[in-house]
């Protein structure tokens, strides 16, 4: 695969991104078939090249699983990995593959271990491995947890099984205060004499500074977890662990190898079904350890508060419980390792997400019992099909379909519970084609209400009181989607895709700095005119404050207000009222404290202040917690001819800014009252 890397100088800072340039399918390196490379959506995505080479074929004969019972610890071990879990927090201390000891000690929190853990707790075997002829193990450590919750933490290894997995059951009975989840995910830290390779998409897969490197660093301004590195092979770029992140609805398969060892270790999400935020929850994958000592970390997060964050509190005697994976902690090697360390990191990667795939396939297993855990024949599915009904829309088609069942929304607007910020309850999600089609399998038994999404549709399409029973196969038919229109359009810019992928930069967003490099791409800032203007090159993916120098910036840097301007051409005075829908996926601090303001041909039309704090741009994100927020005005104001609407970010730090999906003008007969879900009954 061919690399090539682009460089532009911040300050006395040099930037390099790394562009992954292929142009072939990938070959079979077994039976199974190959995998694309994940990818965020609008984002283009190089395939994995040809003729990779084979990953090692496990025994035939696997050996038995075996389960020692320490006075501090279990050790599980079926031949091909060992895992040693501890039974005072259920940290998993120690897991060893082909002779080499995976997990980390060198930077925070040690080895493997769930961000809350069991205190006070009852270790005990949940299966024993004697009593059914060494097919699998498993163990659990259950006690009183962070933030008022009760937390069995569960290990299984199965026979002929390349990993182990993990998953924990957070309850709260009638008898317990309210309680609030904090932060929450499940993480390792690994040992940084193996693995120097990071995987997360097609464009996140490169070989990584190490931890002597990032020790070395140098600090960027306020953000702890960003460094300039001053030595080792990525010399003169800026370190930051959000670079990162992925799309956890499409990245199943992330982790970590070895160029000299040539092995590989990966946590693989069967489903997403427990993690919160649905199908565009944007989370730290993997990155080096902010802390000392840099340990290359793996991260995965079932209640994040990133991008806009998701929530999960329980009131005083609510009964509610929540089974948070199985996660499986996949181990993989080549025995012919190629001559490249590229080929060989994407045999790895590549082998991973075939063997996420097949744990997809087998969800939910058989194996997981005593919790509240429906098998395949305990849940139910629903299929339909969505038909855009828009007599203004370009076509019918709905590229990148994404629909799911969630928990019935609280609110419809950005102050309640709704799918985007909810971990307490499960979500289940799938693509749809683009002519509508989709169905969703394995279902847990509740009421739900359905979602979708899709690239060109602006706002999404909800239907509530869907009820799924054991065994049940529910036909929706045929779904009429009537996005909400308040009259004629009369310009847009972008796409309506819940990302900012499509404008300037957009496609290479995974770099500290963009919103330095802003002023010397824009040095009057943006100028747009409808109807000749490009939005993939003139407008920027990120509207920030304008930093008139780089010289020694960063984030912290101030920078003076930014005002864009769109221009547009009305061949006569409009009547009615105009709607500007703003589709918003990232607002800095600033912009929701001081507002967006909104002008027209020199006069002012409003402040927009409800803005919820989204820090996609901090955090070199392209998406986020997803709002839309329509403008009101008398239509009057514009007038026949030539006309200017302005958008103004407020002077401040380098990153406060806001981000858009996608802008739209309409003509409406009368005041609407903003309502971008499409609602059926």
């Known amino acids: 695969m061919k690399v090539t890397r682009i460089g532009f100088r911040l300050g006395a800072l040099i930037f390099l991104a790394t562009v992954s340039l292929a142009t072939r399918l990938p070959a079979q390196t077994s039976s199974a078939s190959p995998a694309p490379l994940p990818a965020v959506p609008g984002v283009p995505t190089p395939p994995f090249p040809t003729a990779l080479p084979a ?9 038995p699983v075996t389960l020692a019972d320490n006075s501090q610890s279990y050790v599980l071990s079926n031949g091909i990995v060992t895992a040693t879990i ?18 980390g000690r060198d930077s925070g929190h040690p080895a493997g271990y769930w961000e809350t853990s069991p205190s006070n707790g009852e270790a005990k075997v949940t299966i024993d491995p004697a009593k059914n002829g060494g097919q ?11 933030g008022g919750f009760i937390q069995e933490t569960r290990y299984s290894m199965g026979q002929g099984e390349s990993g182990v997995y993990t998953y924990s059951i957070y309850s709260h ?6 309680a609030n989840m904090g932060e929450n995910r499940y993480g390792t830290k690994l040992n940084p004499k193996v693995f120097d390779w990071l995987s997360v998409d097609a464009n996140r897969n490169l070989l990584m500074a190490n931890s002597a490197d990032w020790d070395a660093g140098t600090q960027m301004g306020g953000m702890k977890e960003a460094r300039y590195l001053n030595t080792g092979i990525n010399k003169g770029q800026v370190e930051h662990k959000y670079d990162y992140c992925g799309y956890q609805f499409f990245t199943p398969a992330f982790g970590w190898s070895s160029t000299h060892e040539h092995i590989g270790f990966w946590f693989i999400n069967p489903t997403v079904e427990f993690l919160g935020g649905g199908a565009t929850k944007d989370e730290l994958d993997c990155h080096l350890d902010d802390n000392t000592g840099g340990d290359p970390l793996i991260l995965d997060y079932w209640r994040g508060t990133h991008y806009g964050g998701c929530e999960c509190s329980v009131a005083a005697g609510e009964e509610w419980s929540k089974v948070v994976g199985p996660i499986y902690l996949y181990c993989n090697y080549l025995p012919k390792p190629a001559k490249t360390q590229r080929d060989n990191a994407d045999a790895l990667f590549q082998d991973a997400l075939i063997q996420a795939a097949k744990e997809n396939t087998a969800w939910p297993y058989a194996w997981v019992n005593g919790v509240d855990y429906p098998h395949a024949s305990q849940r139910g599915s629903v299929t339909g099909q969505l038909v855009l009904n828009d007599s203004q829309a370009k076509t019918t088609k709905l590229p990148n379909l994404l629909v799911g069942l969630a928990y019935p929304d609280e609110t419809k607007d950005d102050s309640g519970m ?10 289940f999600w ?3 084609d683009e002519d509508g089609h989709f169905t969703i399998p394995k279902i847990r038994p509740g009421t739900y209400e359905l979602h979708a999404i899709a690239d060109g549709v602006l706002g999404e399409f909800s239907k509530a009181n869907i009820t799924v029973k054991e065994g049940d196969a529910i036909d929706l038919g045929h779904l009429d989607w009537q996005p909400v229109r308040y009259g004629k359009q009369l310009w847009d810019i972008g796409v309506p895709n819940r990302f900012a992928s499509e404008f300037l930069k957009g496609d290479n967003f995974w770099h500290w700095g963009w919103y330095l490099q802003y002023a010397k791409l824009f040095p009057s800032d943006v100028n747009y005119t409808i109807g000749k203007s490009d939005y993939h090159k003139d407008w920027f993916f990120e509207q920030v404050p304008h930093v008139e120098s780089l010289e020694h910036a960063n984030s912290d840097t101030k920078g003076r207000a930014t005002t864009w301007t769109i221009n547009f051409h009305l061949d006569e005075t409009p009547k009615g009222w ?8 990232g607002v800095g601090s600033s912009v929701g404290r001081s507002g967006l303001a909104v002008g027209l041909n020199g006069s002012a039309v409003t402040t927009l202040y409800d803005l919820r704090y989204i820090n996609s741009i901090s955090r070199d994100g392209i998406g986020g917690y997803w709002t839309e927020k329509d403008i009101t005005f008398d239509a009057t104001k514009m007038k026949a001819g030539d006309n200017k609407l302005t958008l103004t970010v407020p002077a401040g730090a380098a990153t406060e800014g806001i981000m858009y999906d996608y802008l739209r003008l309409e003509l409406a007969d009368h005041p609407p009252a903003s309502q971008p879900v499409a609602r059926v009954p």
Request: net charge positive; aromatic share 6%; proline share 3%.
């Open 55 to 63: 990953v090692a074929v496990l025994s035939a004969k696997p050996a």
């Open 86 to 103: 501890s039974k005072r927090n259920g940290d998993l201390s120690s897991l060893q593959y082909r002779g080499f000891e995976l997990m």
């Open 136 to 146: 699998r193990a498993e163990v659990s450590v259950k006690g009183p947890s962070a």
């Open 173 to 178: 009975t009638a008898d317990m205060d309210r």
């Open 418 to 427: 709704d799918w985007q910020k909810d971990a307490k309850h499960y979500e």
């Open 430 to 432: 799938v693509r749809g």
């Open 578 to 585: 105009a709607v500007l829908r703003l589709a918003i996926c």
